[in-house]
């Protein structure tokens, strides 16, 4: 069953399309990344999410109900971290968190002394003298000490130290645990690689891909090092083959994932000695995607999808 | 609009309540001090019923009429004396007021991004600006109160309960008014400077038509919101009906706003901003370019502002003529300065509330080299070839250049409006150097405000106190006869009353040497400290 479902989703302001038909969703107990380059409309439809933006077209619906119309109830199940956390200068932290935590309706004091510790958060000082990681701190801390079913986070991590971004994917980790639903919005992709169930990749307000991290490495390649005994000879004229390089631990390269069966019967005919295959990362999926865009003619051999 | 929009709008109220717990009583405080002390100074001074009455001449002019509104000049009891130079001036204050407080927790935390935060929790869309329409009404219903009891607690016979608590509710209405005025530019406007702008420039459009209607047509000036604060004729017939119209109109205003806010997106506005340049000017590519570009729009919001008062000051002139000349009594009274026709003998009295107002700008320039440091982006600068001179010396030719195109302008609005109002006319260089007088101690205003940003620099805000105290101490001191020695502690205490008086050479010369000395210290302050925000 899914917490969250967004069809075709188009938002207006004026001329100027931020959204064009953007179609996911989110299942119960599922940590889905959403990832895109700035600009590309990944805070425009939180926003939205949220009933805070309104949708010009397409259906937005979260528990079931819809985010515009029915926000308060759907908020009261909800927890947000929004990526630039501004607070009130003159409050200090400790009151910010419980506000928040008041306005929703719940109240667990022992998680969120448990929290505070483990963010290391000072909660007696002023807003104001905080550096953005510890403001991105309280709003996390509000949001992990409610008992949420969603929690939609919007680039959380971008002010906080690893040490923090450690503790934070435990806390990802341990909401997932107890079954709840988890919309990460990323720069970092090492952190939705290791959290995320499944991804969505938006480009210029549109989802141009999603699926789980397996599914979506079948569209990209293996990274290649190998060490023969002789050397590799025609290897340049093998299908889906691509920046092939000479090292010193040996020969480097890329190779498509359809291809990889082709590719290594012809090499193993020459010794292998050593071989390394490391799995695409999220990295270099995001990275094709926008090269794609880009050079429509690839100086790269091997063709793009 | 269904329930939902306004859910958790009762805790959303005590909360901003409580993020103001200081701001707000400062404010009720601050004026209901100001109210209250002026009966029983006014009490002191005249005594009987007939020096009161004498001071009826002296206000039954056009000049004054424009600048305090219409009172009951018939019956000019304690109270009523009160009411006439006290509410209007009170009232502007208090729309002030509602302004600032009101844009602080509309725009202002929507800007910042506060309200998306509290709009991602169970609250409904319309609740936060609701919470604040209800602590701002709250706030108001608060100084009518305080200010209705603490005037009857005075104890002065002509203020009895009724008029008292008309007095407050004709302050706490304007501030109801000014509530819904600053709500809807909220919705309207996509920032919170712009919020500011627009509430205030309806405020002073209301002053200014009050003023000119008032002395043309009187029945127009109930068109102005400012003109039902003199139309409630406190403490003579007590007209409730200005209080019921205020009410009327900001239910009005505050539904608009909520009207208006339930069909825009979060953190957009009506009046669209356009697309700005691609690349920066060549003007703006220095210090003191980038201080100027970042204050272009209030430079000239106020330029044009200071030449608008003082043309209104100016178009009372041709009343004034035609007023003296029918009054014997008069002539008689004002007809000691030689070479000033009678005229020209209001100029100064004009000059001193033309000036302090024409000193807000410079001391904002300046001031806004601190409104940068605090923010952090002095950083930007400093840390690339800028020396820390240069960007002080940067900001106080600003503020200097500033002023003196603020105090030209407004003389010239003068001198322009009465010469063409006027059967004789005045003297360009007369009514200038009337106004240019001023120069010198608008210079030490900027001066201390560069002192302070120099060597105290978490004491910038003082320069306000000082301004207050000079306004006061001049603007009150002619009405309340307040010692010499008290007005001679503000720089415009010391300027010579052009064309009463003649120029004279060493108080101009002293205040220039002190602004300048001032301004040599706080280069030399700015250079050595730490930048802090």
């Not at chain 1, 933006?53 to 515009?68: C, I, M």
């Not at chain 1, 199940?77 to 928040?100: M, Q």
């Not at chain 2, 409104?371 to 600003?398: D, N, P």
């Not at chain 2, 010692?483 to 004279?504: A, C, M, N, R, Y």
Request: some cysteine.
């Amino acid at each position: 069953m899914s917490v969250l479902e967004v069809s075709n989703l188009t938002k207006k302001f004026g001329k100027f399309t931020a959204l064009d038909g953007v179609n996911f969703e989110v299942g119960s107990g599922e940590v889905f990344g959403f990832i895109g380059p700035n600009g590309a409309g990944k805070s425009t439809t939180i926003r939205v999410l949220l009933g805070i933006l309104k949708a010009t077209e397409g259906e937005v619906k979260l528990f079931g109900k819809d985010a515009w119309n029915e926000a308060v109830e759907i908020h009261k199940r909800l927890a947000y971290v929004p990526g630039d956390v501004n607070l009130w200068p003159n409050l200090t932290g400790g009151e910010v968190i419980d506000l928040f935590v008041k306005l929703r309706g719940g109240n667990n004091k022992s998680r969120r002394e448990e929290l505070i510790k483990k963010f290391d958060l000072d909660p007696t000082k002023k807003c104001r003298t905080y550096s953005k990681g510890n403001r991105q701190k309280v709003a996390l801390i509000a949001a992990f000490s409610s008992d949420a079913d969603l929690y939609i986070l919007d680039e959380p991590t971008s002010g906080l130290d690893p040490l923090m971004e450690k503790v934070f994917q435990e806390c990802v980790m341990d909401v997932k645990n107890r079954g709840k639903s988890v919309l990460l919005s990323s720069h970092i992709l090492s952190e939705v690689e290791k959290l995320c169930d499944r991804v969505g990749i938006i480009r210029q307000g549109k989802i141009i891909e999603t699926g789980s991290l397996s599914e979506l490495r079948h569209l990209t390649r293996t990274h290649i090092l190998v060490e023969t005994k002789q050397s590799i000879s025609s290897l340049n004229e093998l299908q889906g083959i691509h920046k092939i390089e000479e090292t010193d631990q040996g020969l480097t390269f890329q190779v498509d994932t359809e291809q990889l069966d082709d590719v290594i019967r012809h090499i193993s005919q020459f010794g292998i000695e050593k071989l390394e295959s490391a799995p695409p990362t999220l990295e270099d999926l995001f990275m094709r995607h926008y090269e794609s865009k880009d050079k429509s003619e690839g100086k790269e051999t091997g063709g793009v999808r | 609009m269904d329930q939902h929009s306004f859910a958790n709008t009762g805790k959303l109220s005590r909360f901003i309540l409580r993020l103001d717990r200081v701001k707000i009583p400062l404010w009720i405080m601050g004026l209901a001090m100001f109210t209250l002390v002026v009966p029983p100074a006014f009490d002191n001074l005249y005594k009987t019923q007939q020096e009161r009455d004498a001071i009826t001449e002296t206000m039954a002019n056009p000049a004054m009429t424009a600048m305090l509104g219409t009172g009951d000049l018939d019956n000019y009891t304690i109270g009523a004396m009160t009411a006439h130079q006290m509410i209007v001036m009170t009232a502007v204050i208090v729309g002030i007021m509602a302004v600032l407080l009101v844009t602080r927790h509309t725009r202002a935390d929507e800007e910042d991004g506060r309200i998306e935060m509290i709009r991602s929790l169970p609250s409904g869309r319309l609740s936060y600006l609701n919470a604040s329409l209800i602590v701002s009404s709250g706030t108001f219903i608060g100084l009518a109160l305080v200010i209705g009891f603490g005037l009857y607690g005075l104890g002065i016979e002509s203020m009895d309960l009724e008029g008292s608590l008309l007095y407050g509710a004709a302050l706490g209405g304007t501030g109801f008014v000014f509530t819904g005025v600053t709500a809807i530019f909220a919705q309207l406007s996509e920032s919170s400077r712009g919020t500011i702008g627009w509430s205030v420039a309806i405020l002073l459009l209301a002053y200014l038509f009050r003023a000119i209607t008032d002395i043309s047509n009187e029945a127009l000036s109930w068109i102005s919101p400012l003109g039902w604060v003199s139309k409630a004729e406190v403490y003579s017939s007590n007209n409730w009906g200005s209080i019921l119209l205020m009410l009327a109109v900001s239910i009005l205003l505050f539904v608009v706003a909520n009207y208006l806010n339930n069909i825009r997106d979060l953190e957009q506005g009506f009046i669209a901003s356009k697309p700005g340049r691609r690349y920066a000017s060549r003007l703006l590519q220095s210090p003191i370019g980038l201080a100027f570009r970042l204050q272009r729009t209030g430079f000239i919001a106020w330029a044009i502002g200071l030449f608008v008062l003082g043309a209104s000051y100016g178009s009372i002139f041709g009343d004034l003529e035609s007023f003296f000349e029918g009054n014997e009594m008069y002539q008689q009274m004002l007809q000691q300065a030689e070479g000033a026709s009678i005229v020209e003998q209001f100029i100064p009295t004009l000059m001193i509330v033309i000036s302090l107002i024409a000193t807000i700008p410079p001391v904002m320039a300046m001031n806004k080299l601190r409104g940068e440091e605090k923010k952090e982006r002095l950083e930007h600068l400093l840390s690339r070839a800028v020396s820390r001179t240069k960007l002080i010396g940067s900001y106080l030719i600003m503020a200097v250049v500033n002023g003196f195109v603020m105090i030209s302008l407004s003389a010239l609005g003068l001198w322009s409006a009465a010469t063409t109002v006027m059967d004789t006319g005045l003297e360009l260089g007369m009514v200038y150097s009337a106004a240019l007088v001023f120069y010198p101690a608008m210079l030490v205003m900027i001066g201390i405000a560069a002192f302070l940003i120099g060597l105290l620099p978490m004491l910038t805000s003082l320069i306000w106190i000082y301004f207050i105290y000079s306004f006061f101490v001049l603007y009150l001191g002619n009405l309340m006869q307040i010692p010499d020695l008290v007005g001679k502690l503000s720089p415009f205490g010391h300027v010579p009353q052009v064309p009463i008086e003649d120029v004279t050479f060493m108080p101009l010369f002293l205040l220039s040497i002190i602004a300048l000395g001032l301004m040599m210290i706080s280069f030399v302050g700015f250079r050595k400290r730490d930048s802090k925000n």
